[in-house]
């Protein structure tokens, strides 16, 4: 039999309250729930993965991963949670410390053209405000290397604008001058003065080239330099590239000796932005005559690329040298030319830019604006 004294009773209500009130928290609290599972083959194993957390607090989910190995191994299946502060500084560390070890090419967010559009068409000065922000030098790698891309980008509209005139101008002949000259009302005396500006630029560069494959002494490190720094020189189409170090790297690492110079072979890989495609120029030394065989180490070269870097859709492949052998021929594959034959047809083609340019600068500053 149950005797409740005053304190005893007291006790009772106050242990009872505080039961009561538990179950009450208990029922307002929403424990979290699986939001996907799933099963992914890879070929070291099997991944189990599943979301834990609630659908209107994504910064309290997080990842649950089990890996299972094939076949017979020492390794132990591995399980781990993964929470999004987690992922910041695993992401953190992989990028910026790790990556100078690993190499791993870093993929930057692209912004949605029409978002872009938008942004700019409502903030025409958002990348003049960005530039000259004081904290700029305090942006992620990855965030700088999105402003490489747009200074890329903007570069490549402005090349792509004096490309369509250089065309136009190709086409011209004195009798069509009139013609151009209304163009150049339209395009402003110095839009015109900085075409004239890249053209006597580029004319500088031919002759930088010219000189130095003249000279003798010089070291096969400079020209080599030269196609480096301006790939257009072989070809327009070539203007806007950038490195590709990882490509060069797996080159340099799976080529054997060239037999003829007991050396590595000269070679130079770009890449191509936005269109998955590669530029591979093969620059030959002095004493070196150009030969059929040299178009099958250079498809060689090519075929190298291809199993390391199967979705590229296409390699432009050249070889330049200083003279030509008894069995030189023609490839459709490989564009090969000696020194003196490329820096021949480029110099005349730019000189009839500069040519045309001036004409126009001429006639422009008669006209009444």
């Not at 992922?87 to 692209?110: F, G, R, S």
């Not at 839009?191 to 004239?196: I, K, Y």
């Not at 070809?235 to 797996?250: N, R």
Request: net charge positive; hydrophobic share 35%; glycine share 2%.
């Amino acid at each position: 039999m149950l005797i409740f004294t005053a304190m005893n009773l007291r006790k009772f209500l106050r242990l009872n309250n505080i039961m009561e009130m538990v179950k009450t928290e208990l029922k307002k609290s929403d424990p979290p729930k699986q939001l996907k599972s799933g099963t992914r083959q890879w070929n070291s194993g099997r991944i189990k993965f599943a979301v834990i957390g609630w659908k209107d607090k994504p910064e309290k989910n997080y990842i649950i991963f089990e890996k299972s190995f094939y076949g017979k191994t020492q390794w132990p299946d591995q399980k781990f949670n993964l929470r999004y502060i987690d992922w910041n500084n695993l992401k953190k560390l992989i990028d910026e410390e790790l990556n100078q070890d690993t190499k791993w090419e870093q993929k930057v967010a692209v912004i949605d053209q029409n978002s872009l559009s938008t942004l700019i068409q409502k903030d025409p000065d958002i990348i003049e405000k960005v530039l000259s922000n004081k904290n700029i030098l305090k942006l992620s790698d990855a965030s700088l290397e999105s402003l490489d891309q747009l200074a890329v980008r903007l570069y490549e509209v402005k090349t792509e604008k004096i490309d369509l005139i250089l065309k136009e101008l190709a086409r011209s002949s004195s009798a069509d001058i009139e013609k151009f000259s209304n163009l150049l009302e339209d395009l402003r005396l110095n839009q015109v003065s900085m075409m004239a500006s890249i053209i006597y630029q580029k004319l500088k560069v031919i002759d930088l080239l010219e000189k130095t494959c003249r000279n003798k002494e010089k070291l096969e490190r400079d020209v080599h330099t030269i196609f480096e720094k301006h790939c257009w020189l072989v070809g327009k189409g070539y203007e806007i590239v950038q490195s590709d170090k990882p490509l060069s790297q797996y080159l340099d690492e799976n080529l054997q000796n060239d037999p003829e110079t007991r050396k590595r072979p000269d070679l130079i890989v770009k890449k191509i932005p936005y269109v998955d495609e590669v530029i591979l120029i093969e620059l030959k030394a002095p004493g070196v005559k150009l030969k059929a065989q040299h178009v099958g180490q250079v498809l060689t070269y090519k075929s190298l690329i291809e199993q390391n870097k199967p979705n590229i859709k296409e390699i432009h492949c050249f070889i330049f040298g200083y003279e030509k052998d008894k069995t030189f021929s023609l490839s459709r594959d490989v564009k090969i030319k000696t020194f003196s034959e490329l820096i021949s047809e480029i110099k005349e083609e730019y000189q009839e830019y500069q040519k045309v340019l001036e004409e126009g600068k001429e006639i422009n500053k008669d006209m009444p604006f």
